[in-house]
Each structure stands twice: as C-alpha cells, then as structure tokens.
C-alpha cells in the first residue's frame, strides 16, 4: 500500500509541474511563431522574430528602463539615508517615547500601499511634486522595514 501512495503522490507531483510548465511553454512557443501559427500549434511553422520587433517598436522600451532605472535609484539613496539614520536613532539616542514613536513606525507595516495610493497623490500634488522622479518616489522613501532592519543592526554592535 505504501509503494501506491509513492507512486500516486509521484504522479501528482508530474502532472502538477505539467500543469505549471504548460503556460510557460506556449509563451515561449506563442513568442517564436506568428499567430496563427501559434494558436493552431503547427510543429514544422518556421520560427520568426518578428513578435520580438513588432514589441520593440510598439513602445520605447529604452525609456521606461532609464526612467526604472533613476526612479529605483533615487528611492534606494533616499532609503538607505532615512533608514540608516532612524534606525541609529531608535538604537542609540534616548528620547521620551522612543519606544512609542517606533511602535508607531512599525504600524507602517500593516497598512497595505494600495490604502495610501489617494492620500500620496494628494500629499505629492501638494508638494508640487507631481509628474516628477521625487513626486512618484518620496512616499517609498521611509521604509518602516528598513528603519527596523537598521535600528536591529544598529543594537547588535
């Protein structure tokens, strides 16, 4: 009995990951073919490069990776500054209600981003920050995370 629970679990186990790898391969085979070719699943199609062109053109991939690119950098400098400091702060620095204002930091994490999304806008509008690297960045800058992370490495030394 117990070599028929292995060989049924090994069976699940493969038809799960077909199951899993399946998508991934008409993705691939879709990406090489022309459509009808892809759909139909033609085996002796010719493969082409065109997709690949065609998406190249459609948009200007180049400039969305400089603006990710900038975007991500500004964030990660801006976090690295803010979380280093607070996290030496609530480490090293007494202060009536540090342990409170941490507490508060730390509530940071159970907010979900998407609650925040009108208020951002709101608060990046104000600024004048709109349409700008800072305006979309700024409100990922202060990493309750990060400023715990930090304050953890901080009491450790």
Known sequence: ????????????AILLA???????????????????????FNLTS????????????????LKY???????????????????????FAFAQVKFPGKD?????VLLQLFILPEVLIVENYAMVSRLG??????GVG???MASAFGIFLMRQAFKSV
Not at 100 to 104: C, G, R, Y
């Open 1 to 12: 009995m117990n070599r028929l629970y292995q060989t049924l679990d090994s069976f699940g």
């Open 18 to 40: 077909i199951i899993w790898v399946a998508p991934l391969l008409f993705a691939f085979w879709a990406a090489f073919h022309t459509t009808s070719d892809a759909v139909n």
């Open 46 to 61: 010719s493969w082409t490069l065109d997709n690949f062109r065609i998406a190249w053109e459609g948009a200007p991939w």
């Open 65 to 87: 990776f400089r603006n990710t690119f900038v975007l991500v950098t500004v964030v990660l400098i801006g976090q690295f500054i803010i979380t280093t400091l607070a996290g």
């Open 100 to 104: 409170l204002v941490f507490i508060l």
């Open 129 to 134: 920050l709109f349409d700008s690297v800072l």
């Open 138 to 140: 700024m409100p990922y």
